[in-house]
Protein backbone atom coordinates (compact mmCIF):
# COMPACT_ATOMS: atom_id res chain seq x y z
CA UNK A 1 0.00 0.00 0.00
CA UNK A 2 1.20 3.55 -0.62
CA UNK A 3 -0.47 6.57 0.62
CA UNK A 4 0.48 10.45 -1.02
CA UNK A 5 -0.84 13.24 1.61
CA UNK A 6 -0.71 16.59 -0.04
CA UNK A 7 -0.67 19.81 1.97
CA UNK A 8 -0.23 23.83 1.32
CA UNK A 9 -3.67 24.58 -0.88
CA UNK A 10 -5.72 27.33 0.32
CA UNK A 11 -7.07 30.97 -0.47
CA UNK A 12 -4.41 33.62 -2.37
CA UNK A 13 -5.25 36.88 -4.01
CA UNK A 14 -4.33 37.08 -7.84
CA UNK A 15 -0.48 37.84 -8.01
CA UNK A 16 0.06 35.65 -4.74
CA UNK A 17 1.94 32.78 -4.21
CA UNK A 18 1.33 28.57 -2.64
CA UNK A 19 4.14 25.61 -2.37
CA UNK A 20 2.15 23.02 -2.81
CA UNK A 21 3.35 19.33 -0.99
CA UNK A 22 2.78 15.38 -1.63
CA UNK A 23 4.64 12.96 0.86
CA UNK A 24 4.34 9.62 0.15
CA UNK A 25 4.42 6.68 2.53
CA UNK A 26 4.35 2.69 2.23
CA UNK A 27 6.05 -0.06 1.04
CA UNK A 28 8.03 1.84 -1.35
CA UNK A 29 10.49 0.34 -3.59
CA UNK A 30 11.18 3.73 -5.55
CA UNK A 31 9.24 6.19 -6.67
CA UNK A 32 9.50 7.07 -10.80
CA UNK A 33 7.72 9.99 -12.50
CA UNK A 34 5.82 12.93 -10.45
CA UNK A 35 3.57 14.80 -11.17
CA UNK A 36 0.90 18.06 -10.24
CA UNK A 37 -2.70 17.76 -12.13
CA UNK A 38 -5.69 19.87 -11.57
CA UNK A 39 -9.16 20.06 -12.17
CA UNK A 40 -11.41 22.78 -12.68
CA UNK A 41 -15.11 22.71 -11.65
CA UNK A 42 -16.54 21.50 -15.05
CA UNK A 43 -13.26 20.73 -16.66
CA UNK A 44 -11.07 17.66 -16.92
CA UNK A 45 -8.15 17.24 -15.13
CA UNK A 46 -5.29 17.95 -16.75
CA UNK A 47 -1.43 18.19 -16.33
CA UNK A 48 0.44 20.93 -14.71
CA UNK A 49 3.91 19.76 -14.04
CA UNK A 50 5.72 17.10 -14.25
CA UNK A 51 9.28 15.65 -13.15
CA UNK A 52 10.97 12.52 -13.88
CA UNK A 53 13.54 10.48 -11.47
CA UNK A 54 16.34 11.98 -13.03
CA UNK A 55 14.85 15.39 -12.47
CA UNK A 56 13.84 16.15 -15.77
CA UNK A 57 10.49 18.33 -16.21
CA UNK A 58 8.04 19.50 -18.17
CA UNK A 59 5.09 22.07 -17.77
CA UNK A 60 1.63 22.73 -19.39
CA UNK A 61 1.78 26.05 -21.11
CA UNK A 62 -0.40 27.76 -18.61
CA UNK A 63 2.47 27.12 -16.20
CA UNK A 64 5.74 27.94 -17.84
CA UNK A 65 7.35 30.71 -16.21
CA UNK A 66 5.64 30.82 -12.98
CA UNK A 67 5.43 26.99 -11.38
CA UNK A 68 8.30 25.35 -10.63
CA UNK A 69 8.10 21.53 -10.03
CA UNK A 70 10.56 19.58 -7.60
CA UNK A 71 11.32 16.68 -5.49
CA UNK A 72 13.36 15.42 -2.20
CA UNK A 73 13.78 11.94 -3.37
CA UNK A 74 15.45 10.96 0.26
CA UNK A 75 11.29 12.49 1.55
CA UNK A 76 9.33 10.63 -1.10
CA UNK A 77 8.01 14.16 -2.02
CA UNK A 78 6.96 16.43 -4.41
CA UNK A 79 6.94 20.01 -4.61
CA UNK A 80 4.55 22.66 -7.03
CA UNK A 81 5.90 26.67 -5.94
CA UNK A 82 3.29 28.80 -7.77
CA UNK A 83 4.04 32.39 -8.28
CA UNK A 84 2.08 35.01 -9.76
CA UNK A 85 -1.24 33.15 -9.37
CA UNK A 86 -4.47 34.11 -11.41
CA UNK A 87 -8.21 33.27 -10.89
CA UNK A 88 -7.74 30.91 -13.83
CA UNK A 89 -5.61 28.66 -11.78
CA UNK A 90 -8.26 28.22 -9.27
CA UNK A 91 -9.05 24.34 -9.27
CA UNK A 92 -7.91 21.22 -6.87
CA UNK A 93 -4.38 20.24 -7.29
CA UNK A 94 -3.23 16.62 -7.33
CA UNK A 95 -0.38 14.41 -7.06
CA UNK A 96 0.20 11.75 -8.99
CA UNK A 97 3.49 9.34 -8.41
CA UNK A 98 4.80 6.07 -10.61
CA UNK A 99 5.38 4.04 -7.59
CA UNK A 100 7.57 0.23 -7.11
CA UNK A 101 6.46 -1.38 -4.32
CA UNK A 102 8.44 -3.82 -2.46
CA UNK A 103 5.65 -6.77 -3.76
CA UNK A 104 5.06 -5.26 -7.55
CA UNK A 105 5.41 -3.60 -10.67
CA UNK A 106 5.44 0.12 -10.81
CA UNK A 107 1.61 1.63 -10.29
CA UNK A 108 0.67 5.36 -10.52
CA UNK A 109 -1.03 6.44 -7.34
CA UNK A 110 -2.69 9.97 -6.68
CA UNK A 111 -3.79 12.24 -3.79
CA UNK A 112 -6.47 13.29 -2.02
CA UNK A 113 -6.37 16.74 -3.63
CA UNK A 114 -6.16 19.95 -2.08
CA UNK A 115 -8.09 22.71 -3.18
CA UNK A 116 -6.33 26.30 -4.51
CA UNK A 117 -8.62 29.53 -4.76
CA UNK A 118 -7.10 32.64 -6.33
CA UNK A 119 -9.56 35.41 -5.46
CA UNK A 120 -9.54 38.58 -4.20
Known amino acids: QVQLVESGGGLVQPGGFLRLSCAASGSIRRIYAMGWYRQAPGKQRELVAL???????NYADSAKGRFTISRDNAKNTVYLQMNSLKPEDTAVYYCNMEVATTTAIPSNYWGQGTQVTVSS
Open 51 to 57: ITSRGST
